[in-house]
Each structure stands twice: as C-alpha cells, then as structure tokens.
C-alpha cells in the first residue's frame, strides 16, 4: 500500500512541531531585496527581513518557487512509491499553484494531488493539520482530496494590521488611505473570503480595540467552530497572543488552539505586530 505525503510551502505559517508531528515537506518561497534571493525560513527570518527593510527602507518582493523545485521535491517521493498531496498559498495570491501543476505536468503522474487552499498563514495550515489526521485515519488521497476542498469555503482567517507602512509600501494601499489611516490611528481587520483579501471593520486607537472586534465576531459564531483546531498566528506579536488566549479562555471549546508565527513572505505583507486567529466552521 502506497504511503501518503503532504507538501506545502513556507507561506503555511506552521510551527516547526506541527510540521515534524505531521511530516510536511515545506518547499520555501523567494524573498527579494535587490538583486539577492533569499528562501523564506531557511536563508533569511523575519526579524532579520524586518531589520533590512529598515536599513533599506524598501520592502522586499516575494516571488513563486520555481517549478524545478516542485520537481524536485515530487521525484523525490514519487521514487519512494509515495502518493503526494500538495497545499499551499491561493491560487489567487500566488504563482506558486500554477508551478506545482506545471510540476505535475512535467512528471506525467496520476499520484500528484493539488488543492487550492484558496487561502494563506495557517487559514492553509488548518488545512493541512485535517488532511495530516485523516492520513492517520487511513483514507486514501483522493478520500482526503475530496473533504478537504469540502472544507475550504469553511475556512475563517482575520487579521488585525498594527500598521499601514506595509500595505502603503507594497502598493496596497494609496496614499491618502494611508495618511488618514495614519492620523485617526485605524486598526482594519483583513479577512480572507472566497480567496481574495478584503478590508472588514476597523478599529481606532490601541490595537486591542481591533483586537476585541475581531474576537466578538469569532464569538458570535463560537457554536459553530470546528472542535480540532484554532490557530492565533502573528508577525512578532508575542504579547497580543497571550492578550487573545485570556480573552477566549473558556469561552470555546477547540482542543488545540496553536500560536505560531508568520513567515517572512506573510510578514513582508501585513508588517510587524499583526496578529490573527484562524479557525474552521463546522
């Protein structure tokens, strides 16, 4: 009986422990400052990304593996009579889909399976923590193909944006939204919906105040939460994590709430001090 293997990239925003318990092969974006490539999470990490961008005051660009690195990767385990699932980043924010299915192509292979999150952070990483369990359950590839992508419409990731520097600098956002975000101090609340990044409420003053909204609104639908997983996912925002903990402590009822942190692609788009929490709805 063929083994099953999942594939991801660095985007997932998992912790170093859920990749080792489920067995994930990570593949890494590109980070870019210049002229100098850098692979997300292996040759550069976000304090280091967030220090240069300070001595640069440029953003980097972030870019798709190549699909050489998806052949690579897939050759490897096909050789070892592996099917492979591969999830990542959202076809709609990313290449990178496209480069593990010209990857697939080019290897002609019926045990290469591709779900598109439609997602990104851990909104892919809850993802991949199901399709790790029903792997131990057993269930075949194209069992585990079939219920994830069931899952994904259900999936719910917010974020809230401490500052506006990086949105405005990576084009996102024009410059007076920026100044007048600025100046009334706006917290927005970025949700991923349907695939694409949309702005939702906002909150004024202290980032907790955006912090509350986002988490009333999780608590307005706490019933229907799938029980597994949350995830509370930052950009070194240790503090704001430990704030969220107590505020839903007790309040849900999810086995295994995750902190982890974003990778230096996310990170190079939302910026320094956001913080979200990403669930599934059952």
Do not use: W
Not at 39 to 44: A, C, E, T
Not at 62 to 89: H, N, Q, W
Not at 147 to 168: C, G, H
């Amino acid at each position: 009986m063929r083994k099953t293997k999942l594939v991801t990239d660095s985007t997932c925003d998992l912790s170093k422990e859920l990749i080792n318990k489920y067995d994930i092969e990570v593949i890494p974006l590109l980070v870019n400052f210049k002229e100098k490539s850098y692979l997300d999470g292996v040759d550069i990490q976000v304090p280091q990304m967030y220090d240069m961008v300070t001595d640069t005051n440029e953003l980097p660009k972030t870019a798709a593996p190549a699909p050489g690195a998806f052949v690579s990767v897939f050759k490897k385990y096909l050789e070892e009579d592996y099917d492979i699932i591969y999830m990542g980043i959202g076809s709609k924010f990313s290449a990178t889909l496209n480069s593990a299915k010209v990857a697939k192509d080019l290897l002609e292979s019926d045990h290469i399976y591709l779900i598109d999150s439609l997602n990104l952070s851990s909104g892919t990483g809850l993802l991949l923590l199901k399709a790790g369990e029903m792997i131990k359950r057993g269930l075949s590839p194209e069992q585990i193909k079939i219920a994830i992508e069931e899952m994904v419409p259900k999936v719910r990731s917010q974020f809230v944006i401490n500052t506006l520097d990086y949105l405005y600098k990576g084009g996102r956002l024009n410059a007076l939204s920026a100044f007048f975000g600025t100046m009334l101090r706006f917290k927005p609340i970025i949700k991923v919906r349907d695939g694409l990044m949309g702005v939702g409420k906002k909150g004024r003053g202290k980032i907790e105040n955006a912090i509350n909204i986002m988490l009333s609104d999780m608590l307005g639908e706490a019933d229907q939460i799938d029980q597994d997983f949350m995830m509370i996912t930052h950009s070194m925002a240790d503090d704001k994590a430990v704030y969220i903990k107590d505020k839903i402590k007790d309040k849900i009822s999810v086995k295994e709430i995750h902190e982890t942190q974003a990778g230096c692609v996310i990170s190079s788009h939302c910026g320094k001090g956001t913080i979200g929490v990403l669930y599934i709805l059952k």
